[in-house]
């Protein structure tokens, strides 16, 4: 359960964090460009990366209602006094990101920025969530132990944003590049 946390943790960290960075840049270069097809890839690949990390979180959720120390935080916390940021964080963090399955939705650049906001939220309330039932239960914060990777500030997230979105554009470009060759040949 713990190395299932870790890679839930590491891929929240590399892709969904910098998510909102990644997606601003798509939405420059769409502008910027005059290839629109490779933007279109380009957010097909985001989409499904967002999706498989929705999928895997929704795992993770649903696993740790077997083991009974994690239920009862679970259920602990979405029905306590703050079971209305425990609501939000599932709304944000879960639910509406899974409306990218709707064909429309899922390659609206401009509705997978909106899906970025709400994840970005999503996160910030299970922060909250943590934080706040944690003091509300007299835990002590210097026994927690650090689960997530440290991060180095903000312009660590802006640099791996940029870099995650070279690397989703130049994917896009060899992909549309292959599809355009496959054209060719079959002409």
């Known amino acids: 359960m713990e190395i299932f946390s870790d ?36 957010v097909l690949i985001v989409k499904w990366g967002v999706l498989l990390y929705i999928f895997l979180d929704i795992i993770f959720y649903s696993v740790l209602l077997i083991f009974p120390n994690e239920e009862y935080d679970f259920v602990n916390r979405a029905t306590g006094p703050y079971w209305w940021s425990y609501l939000i964080m599932m709304l944000g963090h879960l639910l509406i990101p899974l409306l990218l399955l709707v064909k429309k939705l899922g390659i609206n650049i401009y509705f997978l920025l ?74």
Do not use: Q
């Open 7 to 42: 890679i839930i943790s590491l891929i929240n960290l590399l892709f969904i964090k910098p998510l909102l960075v990644t997606v601003f840049i798509l939405l420059f270069y769409r502008i910027l460009s005059s290839r629109k097809d490779v933007v279109t890839e380009a």
């Open 114 to 187: 909106f899906v970025s906001f709400v994840i970005n939220i999503g996160w910030m309330f299970e922060r909250f969530v943590i934080i706040m039932t944690s003091i509300h239960r007299d835990y002590e914060p210097d026994s927690w132990s650090g689960t997530s990777i440290p991060l180095y500030g903000d312009w660590s997230l802006l640099l791996i944003g940029v870099i995650e979105a070279v690397l989703v554009l130049t994917l896009a470009y060899f992909l549309t590049l292959k599809s355009k060759k496959e054209e060719i040949s079959t002409n």
